[in-house]
T-cell receptor, first 112, second 113 residues
Framework: KAGVTQTPRYLIKTRGQQVTLSCSPISGHRSVSWYQQTPGQGLQFLFEYFSETQRNKGNFPGRFSGRQFSNSRSEMNVSTLELGDSALYLC???????????FGPGTRLTVT | GENVEQHPSTLSVQEGDSAVIKCTYSDSASNYFPWYKQELGKRPQLIIDIRSNVGEKKDQRIAVTLNKTAKHFSLHITETQPEDSAVYFCAASSRGSQGNLIFGKGTKLSVKP
């Protein structure tokens, strides 16, 4: 099976802009979780979608949002970007969270 | 909410030695404990996991042990090799099977040839 894919791999944005990141899960996986990874805070959970419904949400501001489509592909959006949003954004797919999550390669977002 | 503490933050061993990384968790409802390996510039890779109804699980040179009473679990790597050098993350499920994963801060393992 093909692994989890994420696009784009790298992004450079300016403060105040918005960004959309995409995640395609492993075929047959209905759960997609998103994480933010930074050197200081490690891996922090953003939210999880299962069958197009957000089931869990982490402790991030409302500027971070997401959605999932009927084919299980997921997108996350960050509005009004801040410098502190610079991070590696990882998605992980599984048959059903939290079990056996497989990560994508991540999108490296740099906010200038 | 769930909190996961991981120790040590860095670990250096000689090739062939064993390495042990320990994690503690706070939520007694946690029932799933995976370990991930992340090499520099790469995605986290699931290397082994354990569920709360099992005390120990082994896969070749790696093993994980779980002590539910003490709320801690450990990763054991035997006969370490230079390619084991990476950052290792433990995680625990919050709110049992209804929640998400909470990760420890990671352990940077260096295996010296």
């Amino acid at each position: 099976k093909a692994g989890v894919t994420q696009t784009p791999r790298y992004l450079i944005k300016t403060r105040g802009q918005q960004v959309t990141l995409s995640c395609s899960p492993i075929s047959g996986h209905r759960s997609v979780s998103w994480y933010q990874q930074t050197p200081g805070q490690g891996l922090q959970f953003l939210f999880e979608y299962f069958s197009e419904t957000q089931r869990n949400k982490g402790n991030f501001p409302g500027r971070f949002s997401g959605r999932q489509f009927s084919n299980s592909r997921s997108e996350m959006n960050v509005s009004t970007l801040e410098l502190g949003d610079s991070a590696l954004y990882l998605c992980a797919s599984s048959v059903d969270s939290p079990y056996e999550q497989y990560f994508g390669p991540g999108t490296r977002l740099t906010v200038t | 909410g769930e909190n996961v503490e991981q120790h040590p933050s860095t670990l250096s061993v000689q090739e062939g030695d064993s390495a042990v990384i320990k994690c503690t968790y706070s939520d007694s409802a946690s029932n799933y404990f995976p370990w991930y390996k992340q090499e520099l510039g790469k995605r986290p890779q699931l290397i082994i996991d354990i569920r709360s109804n099992v005390g120990e699980k082994k896969d070749q040179r790696i093993a994980v042990t779980l002590n539910k009473t003490a709320k801690h679990f450990s990763l054991h790597i035997t006969e370490t090799q230079p390619e084991d050098s990476a950052v290792y993350f433990c995680a625990a499920s919050s709110r049992g099977s209804q929640g998400n994963l909470i990760f420890g801060k990671g352990t940077k393992l260096s295996v010296k040839p």
